[in-house]
């Protein structure tokens, strides 16, 4: 691995921004896009000081507009493709996702075109979650896998390692989802287009600064995306697509 591009959607971490860029670039592989969504916090502030300590390692993409985690993501990763990464890995900036993992998402794009971060694969590798959430993750995981037939245990992890060709042939202009359904949608995108699919055991961490940005309609959103998903494999297979 040569080198691999991060790319960190925030909205309000500034709490935790500096801690996990210096822990991901302490990696001599990696380089982070800040994808900021217009944090009331500074984050956006603070970010752009940490692109001057860290010259040609880390960019910030100021976003404009209606806010959602896949709406950046959606940005973040199509401007990642216009670089010369050969990796491109999607995480959060909470430290919910140890950057000591990167290591083995690497690793596990030698044999795969996308490497899942995935809390399920020794039991339950969750950190200080509440009962309700972990039943919550679980019952996502076996309703998404249920519904569209994945494989991966993890279908809603946003710690994910990307080659670079499979990540260009996702359809990431076409998404249909603005919050965090865009994860297993664009793992369903990735089945879809034939990619190889491996996951590597992570231990997630829930935060410890901030707040979670999961909300009413982010759940319903996730409820009803399985389904989208299926009609919309259904169209394509009596299109010839």
Request: charged fraction near 25%.
């Amino acid at each position: 691995m040569t080198s691999m591009l991060i790319v960190m959607p925030t909205y309000n971490e500034r709490a935790n921004l500096e801690r996990v860029v210096e822990r991901i670039l302490a990696h001599a592989f990696t380089r982070v896009l800040v994808v900021d969504d217009g944090s009331p916090d500074g984050t956006g502030a603070l970010a752009d000081e940490l692109a001057i300590r860290y010259p040609g390692r880390l960019e910030v993409m100021h976003r404009t507009g209606p806010r959602g985690l896949g709406r950046s993501y959606v940005d973040g990763l199509r401007h990642a493709l216009t670089t010369d990464a050969d990796a491109i890995c999607q995480m959060d900036a909470d430290l919910s996702h140890d950057p000591a993992h990167l290591p083995d998402l690497a690793a596990g794009l030698e044999r795969y075109d996308l490497v899942i971060g995935s809390r399920y694969l020794n039991g339950v590798s969750v950190v200080n979650w509440p009962l309700h959430r972990i039943f919550l993750s679980a019952f996502a995981n076996r309703y998404i896998r249920l519904i569209t037939g994945l494989s991966a245990r993890d279908c809603t992890s946003a710690y994910r390692a990307w080659r670079r060709e499979a990540l260009a042939k996702m359809p990431l202009s076409h998404a249909r989802t603005s919050g965090y359904a865009f994860l297993p949608e664009m793992l369903f995108e990735a089945q879809r287009h034939g990619c190889r699919i491996g996951e590597v055991p992570i231990i997630f961490v829930e935060r410890q600064e901030g707040y979670s940005k999961v909300s009413g309609s982010v759940l319903l959103e996730s409820l009803w995306t399985p389904w989208q998903l299926i009609l919309r494999r259904g169209r394509l297979r009596r299109s010839g697509s």
